[in-house]
């Protein structure tokens, strides 16, 4: 009988090769490199403006940009190369929105549609996307209420819940097409901090499960805990990679440094 | 063109029936603002037995037409024993209602104007009217300019109501020298451009007035 | 007051009457106002720009003066019309900017973050646009839309001026009989305003609960 195991994917979940973006005459990446392997959960860390969040946005081409590749899961997004490799042909409206299927983006300020119950926002993509029955979607739907721990919120409102309620069922609604990686901009920047917790253990449960995720933060004790690798953003250019020990340890910039320090110093301070 | 020519000669009638416009809108501006600034005062007042009556009068005349207001004047002053001109019955109607819009417009504004600026007056030790007069009343107005434009404009448009009965002003005078000539609802056309040109330049004039104010703050 | 009471069936048929004007106004301005608003919200420039001078012109002209050149347009242009279908004919044309004006608004205000979730998820324009913008738009929309429903019942009154008989034309006709002035035009008044006070509670109902925060 044979062992039949999972060959390991050798191919990168995600792959940024030299994107450049720019607002105007405003340069916010310069030409970013990374690679992000299935399972891995990579945190992007940095002062604002730094490029970080728009990093993100690309990678669901709810961004455009100017110069550069992005992978995900061996598709590339936005722009396909013409077979000399040197032309970039824009993708159609159907091709994108089907590579955003692939990712899951759950956003600072949840964005939930307010005209919709808890359950219907999840059931939406299922439907409308993939094709689903409604009744397919309504299982699948409350048992990812269930999972984020909202089972019997399902027909609430967003208005009727509070922030960090609404930003799992965020969660809940990117889960529901099945991503293949989980994009999440910032999504504990605008809670009370007594609900921040909430939504920081939902991504903590989903990245012991094995999902990929990047992961745009402040939340400086979470990226330690939870990263297999931290990249450090700065004015566009990523200065420091490594898993979060070593980058802490080891600041091999200045900016890091400094930046350590100011973390630090606020750590003892609270 | 002969129609040029024909357009020419219909000027003198239109600019008399202009003034007459000009006349009603210079007649009731004035005075719907300043009741206005009035009543709004009574509205806001705290006392029942006056915000009560001044929200119920406003409330009916803001629902209610304005050319059947007109003609409340026109067949109700000669029973009062007063002989009064259709146009001073036209301009006591449009001044009587949009004194009601203009007092709504002035209390929306003084509603925008955040609570915390009360309490700042309070707490430098001005009193209630002191607060009102010199701290809430002046971001009030600045904030109503752009919609007290509005209702200028509503204003010049529904000076056109006296045509119904009878005062030959921009747009009644249309209809005369559509009837003394053989054109017909070209007229009109050139009638409607004349009131365009006149609500295009208050509007244009509010707007540099809001432009204006913001600067002086 | 017994003056009100003995016309007051004949006053109540006039009102009737105002009230089919004003619905066939409403109804009709509002379908036509919304294909376009929908239309210039999802169009390019020209589109826009179309409906720009069209909501320009509207609002700087009196309705009184739209109604005259209906009045007297039609005719020549060989159309043999009764005069209360000219007069809502120009009330429509009136009323129809507004309303696209507000419902082009309200689409376009529908925020942007809303509309990127659903792209997020993988909606195509098409669906972005039926599922979110629509729904979303129209919520928007309501509390002005209803303000103009309200203002386009007052301007029935204004067709009277061409002969349109209707509640302000019924209330001239028994005032110049009667000479009661004042008790025919309080009593018409209270028609009016019971009318139009209603909907005007409506309308600030729905701002309460759908204006933009």
Not at chain 1, 235 to 240: F, H, K, W, Y
Request: hydrophobic share 50%; aromatic share 10%; glycine share 8%.
């Amino acid at each position: 009988m044979n062992n039949a195991q999972p060959l390991p994917t050798s191919r990168p979940m995600i792959e940024v090769r030299g994107v450049s973006k720019s607002f105007g005459e405003n340069q916010v990446l310069k030409s970013i490199s990374f690679e992000v392997k299935e399972g891995e959960v990579v945190v992007l860390i940095g002062p604002s403006g730094s490029g970080k969040s728009t990093l993100l946005r690309c990678i669901n081409y709810l961004e455009d940009f100017q110069a550069g590749e992005i992978l995900v899961d061996g598709a590339a997004v936005g722009y396909n190369s013409s077979a000399g490799g040197s032309k970039r042909i824009k993708q159609s409206e159907t091709e994108i929105a089907r590579l955003r299927t692939k990712a899951g983006m759950v956003f600072q300020n949840y964005n939930l549609f307010p005209h919709k119950t808890a359950i219907q926002n999840i059931m939406m993509g299922p439907v409308l996307v993939n094709g689903e029955s409604k009744a397919e979607a309504r299982e699948h739907a409350q048992a990812l209420l269930a999972k984020v721990g909202l089972a019997d919120k399902a027909n609430h409102y967003p208005s009727q819940l509070s922030g960090g309620q609404q930003q799992r069922v965020a969660i809940a609604r990117a889960l529901a097409m099945r991503p293949k990686v989980m994009l999440f901009d910032e999504v504990t920047s605008a809670l009370d901090p007594e609900l921040v917790d909430e939504v920081l253990k939902t991504l903590r449960d989903l990245s012991t499960e094995g999902m990929t995720m990047i992961i745009v933060t402040h939340e400086m004790q979470f990226a330690r805990d939870v990263a297999d690798r931290l990249l450090f953003f700065y004015q566009g250019s990523i200065i420091e990679d490594g898993p979060p020990n070593d980058v802490f340890a080891n600041p091999k910039t200045e900016r890091f440094q400094a930046f350590v320090k100011r973390f630090q110093s606020a750590a003892t301070a609270a | 063109m002969s129609w040029l020519n024909m357009v020419w000669g219909w000027l003198p009638e239109f600019f008399n029936g202009f003034l007459v416009t000009l006349t009603l809108v210079g007649m009731c501006l004035p005075v719907a603002v300043a009741f206005g600034m009035g009543v709004v005062l009574m509205r806001l007042s705290n006392h029942a037995l006056i915000w009560a009556p001044t929200y119920a009068v406003i409330e009916f005349l803001r629902n209610v037409p304005t050319f059947l207001l007109i003609l409340v004047v026109y067949y109700g002053a000669p029973l009062l024993g007063s002989r009064l001109d259709g146009i001073y019955c036209g301009a006591i109607a449009i001044a009587v209602q949009h004194t009601a819009y203009l007092a709504e417009v002035f209390r929306g504004g003084v509603s925008a104007v955040p609570r915390t600026q009360w309490d700042a007056g309070r707490a430098i030790g001005l009193r209630p009217a002191g607060v009102f007069f010199r701290v809430v009343l002046p971001q009030a107005v600045l904030k109503v300019v752009p919609a007290i434009g509005n209702q200028v404009v509503v204003l010049i448009k529904d000076t056109s109501l006296v045509a119904g009965i009878g005062v030959v002003d921009l747009t009644l005078s249309g209809k005369l020298v559509m009837e003394r000539t053989a054109a017909s609802y070209e007229v009109f056309i050139v009638i409607a451009a004349f009131y365009l040109v006149l609500t295009t330049l208050a509007s244009a004039g509010f707007h540099w007035l809001e432009i204006f104010s913001r600067k002086r703050n | 007051m017994d003056v009100a009471f003995l016309n007051i069936n004949y006053l109540l048929k006039a009102a009737l009457v105002t009230l089919e004007m004003a619905v066939a106004t409403v109804v009709l301005s509002f379908i036509v106002g919304t294909a376009l608003g929908v239309a210039a919200a999802l169009s390019g420039r020209l589109v826009r720009s179309v409906l720009t001078v069209y909501v320009y012109v509207v609002r700087g002209v009196p309705v009184l003066v739209l109604i005259f050149i209906a009045y007297f347009g039609l005719p020549r242009l060989g159309v043999d019309a009764p005069n209360y279908v000219a007069a809502t004919i120009a009330l429509v044309i009136y009323f129809a900017a507004f309303v696209a004006d507000i419902v082009r608004g309200s689409i376009l205000a529908v925020p942007k973050s809303t509309v990127e979730a659903g792209l997020a998820i993988g909606l195509r324009w098409r669906q972005v646009l039926m599922q979110i913008q629509l729904p979303l738009g129209m919520r928007l929309a309501l509390p002005p839309l209803v303000t103009t429903a309200s203002i386009a019942v007052k301007s029935t009154s204004y067709a009277s001026i061409v002969g349109v008989w209707e509640l302000t034309y019924a209330s001239r006709e028994v005032v110049e009989r009667t000479l009661a002035a004042f008790e025919i035009f309080f009593t018409v008044m209270v028609i009016y305003f019971c009318i139009c006070y209603p909907i005007s509670l409506c309308a600030t109902y729905l701002q309460r609960r759908y204006a933009a925060a």
